[in-house]
């Protein structure tokens, strides 16, 4: 790997995306938006929901940047790879490596803007309560994004098309979203689905964002509670593994 090569590989990628208005709407805009949404169905619309958008908004935080980057970044490495671009520039002095990791940087501070518009919607507009610093949850929130990033690069070896790059939602993406405690805490759980939840990214990217809305501060690192930064710290080695299993699988030629 050459940290100019990455850079610039990096830097190409944040000018397709500044040029691509659709795509930048649809990952800084939309999340704002299903939030927005999603809090005037349970608090300003009166839904019977226990806690309201204070319950429903942190593993909202947490799932809206995934699955966004997730799709996003799948479908975008595919187009690359489709149009021959991907091929030119592995046939260049690039390393794999170079290649990922200057995706994982344009799509992360892509993330980092889109997670930081989220929190600040939820947090300053919306009224969401937040017992823990705020900008732990932008910190969370950008690593789930990047989580999704990852991911996203990893399926994107897998399909040929875009829309197979889609059709890994059901597999990957659905059941976490089950499974991650949204709809039904995870020690309330079957054994078999508990034992798999524990054992699933998003679920711990859920408990995260969920410790530090609830849990707030405590005797740990920045006043966080040390629950959520191992939490944090799981979804970290997540995203790494992500890279290197893309790295591992991205094959220089187009099949």
């Given at each position: 790997?050459?940290?100019?090569?990455?850079?610039?590989?990096a830097?190409?990628?944040l000018?397709?995306?500044?040029?691509?208005?659709?795509?930048?709407?649809?990952?800084?805009?939309?999340?704002?938006?299903?939030?927005?949404?999603?809090?005037?169905?349970?608090?300003?619309?009166?839904?019977?929901?226990?806690?309201?958008?204070?319950?429903?908004?942190?593993?909202?935080?947490a799932?809206?940047?995934?699955?966004?980057?997730?799709?996003?970044?799948?479908?975008?490495?595919?187009?690359?790879?489709?149009?021959?671009?991907?091929?030119?520039?592995?046939?260049?002095?690039t390393?794999?490596?170079d290649?990922?990791?200057?995706?994982?940087?344009?799509?992360?501070?892509?993330?980092?803007?889109?997670?930081?518009?989220?929190?600040?919607?939820?947090w300053?507009?919306?009224g969401?309560?937040?017992?823990?610093?705020?900008?732990?949850?932008?910190?969370?929130?950008?690593?789930?994004?990047?989580?999704?990033?990852?991911?996203?690069?990893?399926?994107?070896?897998?399909?040929?098309?875009?829309?197979?790059?889609?059709?890994f939602?059901?597999?990957?993406?659905?059941?976490q979203?089950?499974?991650?405690?949204?709809?039904?805490?995870?020690?309330?759980?079957?054994?078999?689905?508990?034992?798999?939840?524990?054992?699933?990214?998003?679920?711990?990217?859920?408990?995260?964002?969920?410790?530090?809305?609830?849990?707030?501060?405590?005797?740990?690192?920045?006043?966080?509670?040390?629950?959520?930064w191992?939490d944090?710290?799981?979804?970290?080695?997540?995203?790494?593994?992500g890279?290197?299993?893309?790295?591992?699988?991205?094959?220089?030629?187009?099949?």
């Open positions: 790997m050459s940290p100019r090569i990455t850079l610039a590989v830097a190409r990628v000018t397709q995306l500044r040029r691509d208005r659709r795509t930048l709407a649809m990952l800084l805009v939309l999340p704002c938006l299903v939030l927005a949404l999603l809090w005037w169905m349970f608090d300003a619309g009166g839904a019977p929901l226990a806690g309201g958008f204070d319950a429903l908004g942190p593993p909202l935080l799932l809206i940047p995934f699955i966004v980057m997730f799709l996003v970044t799948s479908v975008t490495t595919l187009r690359e790879r489709s149009s021959g671009t991907l091929e030119r520039l592995l046939a260049m002095p390393g794999k490596g290649v990922l990791v200057g995706y994982a940087l344009a799509f992360g501070a892509v993330a980092t803007v889109q997670s930081a518009l989220a929190v600040l919607l939820c300053a507009v919306l969401l309560a937040v017992s823990g610093p705020v900008w732990m949850l932008v910190v969370v929130a950008v690593a789930d994004a990047v989580l999704g990033t990852a991911l996203g690069l990893f399926v994107s070896a897998f399909a040929r098309t875009e829309f197979q790059a889609v059709q939602m059901p597999a990957l993406v659905i059941p979203i089950l499974l991650c405690g949204l709809f039904l805490p995870r020690d309330a759980m079957p054994g078999v689905l508990g034992a798999i939840s524990d054992v699933l990214p998003l679920s711990f990217a859920v408990d995260a964002m969920s410790g530090v809305s609830t849990a707030g501060g405590g005797a740990g690192l920045g006043g966080v509670a040390g629950s959520v191992g944090l710290a799981v979804v970290v080695a997540f995203v790494l593994a890279l290197l299993l893309g790295a591992a699988t991205l094959r220089r030629r187009t099949a």
